[in-house]
Each structure stands twice: as structure tokens, then as C-alpha cells.
């Protein structure tokens, strides 16, 4: 009789079957229907006797009566003869056997252990995830796999094979991870595919445009005031000791994320709840989730799900205060979805002015509906979703890298100066960005040494040939990485040195490909300009108002993975006003 082993043998070696149930149940009926042992009748048959149709179907149901009889008197008798505890482990070898060649087959050719941890996989490794098991995973393949209970993952180091993973929205869509859906619902944009996702994604690109960025500069400027006195006060406060500041840079960017996506329509308790609470929405954010957790009171997808609900009806209010305002003539934009309502308002009115007969009215690029509360209340969850841990990751080696580096700080300090025509009071406006030569390529390269994001996990809607050689099976989570392009040797000279002179004199700006920080393709990151203005911003601000000192310890450079990056001390600072 053959066996499981010599099954899975027998198919391909590649993924091509993904090795769901189905396909599996389909070779062992493949190896009933071929194994004599079970019924001659049906081995004729298989084997391809020529028969009528009519004595076709009436062997085929001769067929299923004996193999019915015999199987079930068989069966029965087999298990009359068993017991409870024999069952049972005769179920759960089957289930571990299934489970194994479920895993063999959906690895094919791929690098990854030969065998799985029954069922579990590497739940333990992916619930606490370590630096060093990402760096060994990218190591081992330009394409490498795991498989978590019944995740299959496919991890792709190689460039080339990110930016087709990225490029590929007819197999693919982003997943974050399995709950991410559910926790800030399935009907959020990002969610959506194709043309539907395209046409959604046009209408919100005019929200970071120079034009549209201007008129969010001073609401930045006082949340800097703000955050950066607070930050000398808690160092004053702490006797001038070191202390983390990592939880102070998540609260700056939570702040300066929903005051610049709402201005003053969201309330200061609101900010500060919700910079307080938004870690729980992260931490929810595992690999692998037990079932049904979300509905379980005390667990981490039931409270980041919570955090989430309430966020969105906080900012459903906004956006019906925004609207309001809006609605009134000479309404000035001064936030995110200022500028989205007003384009809102300005299709209605041309539509209207249409609808009554008009003509040669100027039609506004990009025409949309007036979308209700809740979807702008949804959408700009996904905004601030996509950006707080990128944003804190960023923020939290800016000032750890550069506190480490007080000749690139004097640098920013002086070109920051010269922008502001030697009045480092003068407020940060966009005509000075182009003059910011130094300070851009701090940014880039600090982007390229921690790259905040350093994959994006896809999962395939339908069978993805990878390679020719490799197709990961519908339902896989498909993950092009973004770190090891960002730090090839081949690409950037000694990668593991922060070397800001690389994007002036040398040629990384060239290396487009490579700079993957921002994803590629469809969904890259709609904020992928505004980012490193934004960041320069901070950064020009930080050195006219402030000074700030890094206290390394043994774990400063050591990685910890929150769904993003940060050091595993979380940084060390000191800082103190500049007179
Ligand atoms: C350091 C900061 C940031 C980094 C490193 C970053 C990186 C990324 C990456 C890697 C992706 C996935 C790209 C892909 O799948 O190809 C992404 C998507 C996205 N990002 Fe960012 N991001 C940052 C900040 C922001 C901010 C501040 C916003 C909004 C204000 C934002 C909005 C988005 C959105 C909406 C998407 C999904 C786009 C889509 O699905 O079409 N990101 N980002």
C-alpha cells in the first residue's frame, strides 16, 4: 500500500499544488483509485477498460455501493476493534502527517526547515519576534518560508523579487497581518483591489502635495514647541539623568499625526487618549492570532479592536465638525481633512452646476463623491494606522543616531540657520526645503540605516508564480522585504555605517530600486514625499530649539521588533534647552 511519504514524492516538487485539503484528499482518492487492493472493479476502471456509458454509470454506482460496504464494515469493524485512546491517536498521527506534507508540499524548492513544528511552527519565535531570526531568515534564500499553524509564509529577501511582489496587485493584496482587516475593517480602503483601489487612491493624493503640506506647517510648528519643552521638562524633572524616550516620540507622532490630519476639530483629551491607547492596536497586530480572540474580553485583538472603534467615531465627529466649517464661504484649509472636504464640496458643486444645464465649468481633477463621516472617519484611521509606528521607529533613531553624532547635528544646526536667514526663530516654511541639502540626505540615509518598515506582507488572492521555478499557493502570505535592498553591500558601500555623505557626493540617490523604504507598486506609501519633509521639519526644529545627548548602553544598538524597529533600550536621551 503506498504511503503518505511516497504521495508527496510523487508530485511535483515545486508549490504548484499549494497543498490545501482538497488537493491532498485528491491524492489519496488517487491512490485508492489506482491501489487494487481496494476494489478490482474500480481499479478497471481507473485503469481505462473500455466500457459503455450506461455500464459506466452503473459500475461507478456498483462501484460506490462496494466501496461504501466494504469501506464502512471495514471502518466499523477496524474501530469496534480499537479503542477511545487508540482512536485518538491514530486521528491526531494523521493530522500531524497531513499537517507535515501540507508544509513539505507548500515549500517545495524554497529554503525553510525541512520539517514543521506539529501544527505550532515557530508560533513561539513569531509572538516575540528577534531581530537576529529575520536577519538568519534572509540569509538562508532570496525566497525562504515558515509555517505558522496554518499560515504558510513566503518571505522574499531578493530585490528583484520584492518589487515583482509589490508590483503584482492582479495575485496579491496587503494583509498586514491576518487581523489587521478586522481591526480597522474590512471595508477600509486599503483594502480595496484593482481599479476600485486606484481610482479611491486618486482622490486622496492631492492631500500631500507641496500646496497641501503648506497649509499644515504651523500646526506642526506648535506641536514641535509643544512636545520639545515637555521633553527638557521630563530631563529636568529626571535630574538632567537619561531616561527611554521612546514612548515620548510614539505620543509626538500621534499628536502630530491627528493634529495634522484633524486640526483643532479633535479635542486635546482626544489626542491624549489616543496616543496613550494606540500601542494597543499595534500590539494586536500578531502573526498568528488564536481564533475568535477579538470577541474575548482581556485579549489583545479584543482591546486593539476597541481602541480602534473608538478612534474612528472620534474622527466620524470630526469630520461632520470639518464639514460644517467647510460648508462656510471663505472657509480657509489648515488640516488633512480640510483639504479633503473642500475637494469633496468642490465636486458636489460641480456636479450641480452640470446637473443644471451649465456649461464650461471647470472640472476639478479627480472627481469624487461627499463621502459620509464614518468613511472619513475609516480612511483617516488608515492614515494614522500606516504612520505611527513608521513614524515613531523614524523619529526614535533620528534623535538616537544623531544624538550619537554631534558634528552632524552642528551641520543641520548651521544649514537650519542659514534657511532661516540667521533667525532660528523663524518658523519652517517650504521654500526652505530645497536649501536643506545636508539635512535630506540626514533624513535618506537614516531611512536607509533603520528602515522603520522592513517588509510588507501581502497574501496571495490566487496562485502566484514567484519564479517559474516557485508558485506560492492561494491564502499564503507572501512578504517582500524592504530591509536587505536598503542594505546590499553591492548597492551602498559598508551599508552598516550611517553616512549621510553617500546621498551628496557618492550615488546613492541614483540607486532607485533599492530604496524600497517606501514600498514600490500600487500601494506604496501615499505619504512617501511628505515623510522626509516632515521629518526634516522636525529634526531643523529640534536643533535651533534644542540640544540632546545620547547615554549609551549595551543594548542601544541591539533591535527590538514592534511591528517596526526600535533599540532594544529605548533611547536613552537627555535634553536641555538651548539658550
Ligand atoms: C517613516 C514613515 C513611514 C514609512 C517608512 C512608511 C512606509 C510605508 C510602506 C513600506 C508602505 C507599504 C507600501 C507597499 O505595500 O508597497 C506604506 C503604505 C502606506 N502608508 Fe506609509 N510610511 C510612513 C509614514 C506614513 C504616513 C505619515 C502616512 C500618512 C499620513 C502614511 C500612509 C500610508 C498609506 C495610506 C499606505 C497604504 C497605501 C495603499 O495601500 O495604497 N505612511 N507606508
Redesign the pocket.
Known sequence: MLSITSCISSLPYTSKAPGSLGEVLACDVDILATSSYFNPVMASLVQGGSISPSAHANATENVQQTVTGQLGGFMSSYFAELGFWKIAVTILLALVAYDQCSYIIQKGSIAGPAFKVPFFGPFIQAIHPKWEGYMQQWASGPLSCVSIFHKFVVLASDRDLAHRI?KSPGYLK?CIVPIAEEIMSPKAW?FKQGRE?VEY?KGLSGLFTNKAIATYLPVQESIYDQFFSQFVADSEANDGKPTSFMVRFREINCAL?LRTFFGSYISQDAVQRIANDFYLVTAALELVNIPLSMYIPGTKPWRGKRVADACQVDFARCAAACKEKMARPGAEPTCVVDQWVLHMLACERYRERIAAGETGVEKPQNLIPVFSDEEIGRTLF??LF??QD??SS?TTWLFQVLAQRPEVVARIRAENLAARGGDRRRPFDLDMYPELLYTRAVVKEL?RYR???IF?PYVATKTFPITPDYTAGKGAMVIPS?YPALHDPEVYADPGTFDPERWISGDAESKTKNWL???????????RS??PLQMAHMIGKAAMDIDFVHHPTPRSEEIRVFATLFPMDGCQLVFTKRV
Not at 523604504?517 to 505619504?527: E, I
Open positions: 509589490f496587503p486599503v483601489h487612491r499625526s488608515t492614515f500606516a504612520s513608521a513614524s523614524a531611512l528602515p522603520p518598515v510588507v524592504c523604504v517606501f514600498g514600490a507598486g500600487p500601494h506604496d506609501c501615499l505619504a511628505y515623510v
